[in-house]
């Protein structure tokens, strides 16, 4: 595999090795940051759930977790180093701010959604193409909530002034957070109670008007529809 000046692939030679897009959020996160940045790659799908899921993610990714991204210099399984090798294979691509204050921001909350957040995890799983009510809301995950909503009206009142997403256009921090705007749409939310102006259902929408998100969706609903003819 070669690349041209500003990282562009000239071949097709990754494989995003992923879970089940209505499941897994981890997933989401490296191919909505593999589509911005225009890279072609092929999808090798594992469905979670299964006995043999386990097994079968470790014969891809030496960490037993999917995403895993297979390249030239070998396997990626981590989101987050996937979107920052992604970043620095195309830097063209604007996977991060160009401003330092900007890009230094876009890193710390997206490592703080990659080590944080566990009871909104735990509680508020991802499950795209369902409808559930909120579960019980424990004071952790009630923090949580907050947390985030404070993240994203303070990223989008800073860096937000040239479009709809958390500095304005498409970052790894989008890919970061995306999974959350769909918890928060799968479980009806309640994001004014929880400190909310107005910016963080805004940003809801502006996720799921994302075309790549849309596709997304669509992959999830077909697989789900798969699941039932099982």
Request: hydrophobic share 40%; net charge negative; charged share 25%.
């Given at each position: ?40 790659f092929?999808?090798?799908?594992i469905r ?16 037993g ?6 390249t030239e ?27 330092p ?28 193409v ?32 040239e ?41 809801v ?26």
């Amino acid at each position: 595999m070669t690349t041209t000046e500003g990282g562009t692939m000239t071949d097709t030679g990754y494989t995003l090795v992923l879970g089940d897009k209505n499941y897994s959020s981890w997933s989401l996160r490296p191919w909505l940051s593999l589509k911005a940045c225009g890279a072609p790659f092929a999808e090798e799908r594992i469905r979670l759930r299964l006995p043999d899921s386990k097994a079968e993610i470790f014969k891809r990714s030496p960490s037993g977790k999917v995403p895993a991204l297979k390249t030239e210099i070998g396997v990626i399984y981590d989101s987050l180093a996937i979107v920052e090798y992604l970043a620095e294979r195309y830097p063209n691509a604007g996977l991060w701010p160009t401003d330092p204050a900007a890009r230094a921001a876009a890193r710390c909350i997206s490592a703080e959604m990659h080590a944080g957040f566990q009871a909104l995890r735990n509680d508020m799983p991802m499950d795209l193409v369902s409808r559930f009510p909120m579960p019980d809301v424990s004071e952790t995950l009630a923090n949580n909530i907050r947390r985030v909503i404070a993240i994203w009206k303070d990223t989008r009142a800073r860096f937000g002034h040239e479009g709809p997403l958390l500095f304005g256009t498409f970052t790894n921090a989008d890919a970061m957070y995306a999974p959350v705007a769909t918890r928060f749409r799968t479980y009806g939310t309640p994001l004014a109670h929880y400190g909310d102006d107005g910016t963080a259902a805004d940003y809801v929408d502006a996720i799921y008007a994302m075309p790549d998100m849309t596709e997304w969706l669509e992959g999830a609903r077909a697989e789900m529809h798969e699941r039932e003819l099982v």
